[in-house]
């Protein structure tokens, strides 16, 4: 998978490279076409384009060499000053070059051509009119010398051909970081994916095994009180550890699966203690309107806090209050979760808390969810908000 992001990268590296190139090669023809067109007198001359693509030749080749030998020095072996030393030993070579030996320095062929063309005939004129009587010139006339052009060395064509190629290779080390800190992105968001799911399975297995933990400690203390009860206990634990087993590998399942599972628990606890001591309000969507019950959630959510509430709340000398509810409007869901708290104080330990359950929120839906708890003396209480 890397191998083939780190090709589809390069591959869109390269594809960059040659639309530049091809712009700039296009850009001369395309602009003595259209001159041509707009001017009658001047007509489209290849020579002209041949001789601006020399002039960009140069250019090419300095670019080729810094991008598949120079530029990999930088970005993948580190190396730093050969990269350095080789790239201002290529662009003082090349200033030279534009200084000495550039060929764009004469005139081309065509074009030397022409101006003797011009020079000839300027030169006719020139006789045809000493053949009239000039004035003579003032006794204080002086005749300047002529000028001579500079001799070869640095001027500003040779200047500003050298700040091309700086900017040259500076767009070509430009492009090539954009290409790696994207790819670098995508490995982050690669491996960002894949520590989540790993967090959430952790968190997942954790809760797992809590929950059959307790609920077989609930089908024991209904053996010796009732038999028929603890075998209509086991039927509905393994409906619920096959919900377990296959719905809880997913990040979302429909809604409708986890309101069957706590429909399921309630009746299990239900089994288990005496309505005149534990008295238990469910408040559910009915599974059997669909057009109500909508949207996914993550799978053993709520249960959590539906244990909590049996584990904690449940006292043995006084009447329990446990109330339950899922309510759904257009775009989100809110459960509630109310229990009388035990005078009593509850030796049981273990459980996975709400830290686990927070952090499982926080990775599943970032800050669009809201969890309240509120604690008095006789009765807790939570609220989870969540989007659908």
Not at 327 to 345: D, G, M, Q, V, Y
Request: with cysteine; aromatic share 12%.
């Amino acid at each position: 998978m890397k191998l083939e992001s780190r090709s589809y990268n390069n591959i869109k590296e390269h594809f960059v490279y040659i639309i530049l190139w091809t712009v700039t090669f296009l850009a001369p023809v395309l602009s003595l076409y259209i001159s041509s067109k707009s001017d009658s007198e001047m007509s489209f001359d290849w020579h002209h384009v041949l001789f601006v693509w020399e002039t960009y030749i140069p250019f090419l080749i300095l670019f080729l060499i810094h991008n598949f030998l120079l530029a990999p020095m930088l970005l993948y072996q580190r190396r730093k000053i050969l990269y350095f030393v080789l790239t201002i030993s290529m662009v003082i070579l090349f200033a030279i070059f534009k200084c000495t030996i550039d060929p764009t320095n004469e005139r081309p062929h065509h074009l030397a051509h022409q101006a003797a063309h011009f020079d000839k005939k300027n030169n006719d004129s020139f006789r045809h009119d000493m053949s009239f009587p000039r004035e003579p010139m003032p006794p204080d006339f002086k005749r300047e010398p002529p000028r001579h052009m500079p001799p070869n060395g640095i001027n500003h064509r040779a200047i500003s051909s050298v700040v091309m190629l700086i900017l040259l290779f500076g767009m070509n080390m430009g492009v090539k970081f954009y290409v790696r800190d994207e790819d670098a992105r995508k490995r982050m968001e690669e491996m960002e994916h894949e520590s989540l799911q790993q967090q959430l399975a952790y968190l997942k297995y954790q809760i797992s095994p809590h929950f059959f933990m307790n609920t077989l400690n609930n089908i024991h203390a209904l053996v010796d009180i009732n038999p028929e009860q603890a075998k209509s206990s086991i039927v509905v634990l393994s409906k619920m550890m096959r919900y377990l087993l296959y719905e809880s590998n997913h990040e979302m399942i429909p809604l409708e699966r986890e309101i069957l599972f706590i429909n399921n628990y309630v009746a299990l606890m239900r089994m288990r203690f005496s309505e005149d001591k534990v008295h238990i309000r469910l408040n559910m969507p009915d599974l059997n309107d669909h057009s109500t019950i909508c949207g996914s959630v993550p799978p053993v959510m709520f249960v959590c806090f539906v244990e909590n509430a049996f584990k904690h709340g449940i006292s043995y000398l006084h009447q329990t209050n446990i109330d339950i509810s899922i309510l759904l409007s257009e775009e989100h869901l809110t459960f509630i979760c109310i229990n009388t708290k035990a005078p009593e104080k509850n030796q049981e330990k273990g459980g996975v808390g709400l830290v686990n359950v927070r952090r499982r929120l926080d990775l599943i839906y970032q800050e669009r969810y809201d969890l309240q708890t509120k604690e008095t003396d006789d009765e807790y209480q939570v609220t989870l908000t969540l989007p659908i």
